[in-house]
């Protein structure tokens, strides 16, 4: 299995996930974890995706100054992010079906930057997705600030791995 921790460690992910934080990509992996595993939903895409759900952030300066209200109205976060999490999962031998399944819950984790609603529209795992980010959203975006060390991140994350791992043994078992 590619593991949360191999992602952590690639350096397209140390480059770009920094914009938005690892705070908010381990505490949304997190949140996504445990909401698959109440409802039955495929783990290890789930957390994948909420881990990276961000990675497409870009940052947008007009004269040297960060222009939140540009970047708002141009985002294209989650299209960016979609390819980007793609590419890397391949890169790293993800599994083709996997690795595309991840990218369309990354694509489809916010619809602000389409011209319609995808409420009501998304799968399980896609849903999932959406409502950790949404559930560990703060206030003027404050949450993307917040830090968390490399080491507490990657302690995070390989209890995660842990228990995706786990979840997969007991599915066998069940079989
Ligand atoms: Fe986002
Ligand atoms: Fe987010």
Same mark, same amino acid.
């Given at each position: ?17 920094? /914009?938005?934080?690892?705070? #908010? +990509?381990?505490?949304? *992996? !997190?949140? %996504? ?6 409802? @039955?939903? $495929? ?28 970047? /708002?109205?141009?985002?294209? #976060? +989650?299209?960016?992010? *979609? !390819?980007? %999490? ?6 790293? @031998?993800? $599994? ?80």
């Amino acid at each position: 299995m590619i593991t949360l921790e191999n992602i952590f460690s690639h350096w397209v992910t140390e480059k770009y996930l920094q /914009r938005s934080g690892i705070y #908010h +990509a381990v505490t949304v *992996a !997190e949140t %996504a974890f445990s909401m698959a595993r109440e409802q @039955g939903v $495929d783990e290890e895409v789930a957390t994948k995706a909420a881990f990276l759900h961000d990675i497409g952030h870009y940052e947008w300066y007009t004269d040297g100054e960060w222009d939140y209200d540009e970047y /708002r109205k141009h985002d294209i #976060h +989650a299209i960016k992010g *979609a !390819e980007r %999490a793609h590419k890397l999962l391949i890169r790293l @031998g993800e $599994d083709r079906a996997r690795a595309k399944e991840v990218a369309l819950a990354i694509l489809l984790h916010t619809d602000s930057y389409l011209p319609f609603s995808v409420e009501n529209e998304r799968t399980n795992v896609q849903d999932i997705v959406w409502k950790a980010d949404t559930i560990n959203e703060e206030e003027a975006g404050r949450h993307h600030y917040k830090l968390m060390d490399k080491q507490e991140a990657m302690a995070r994350l390989q209890k995660l791995d842990e228990s995706i791992i786990a979840g997969h043994k007991s599915e066998v078992n069940v079989q």
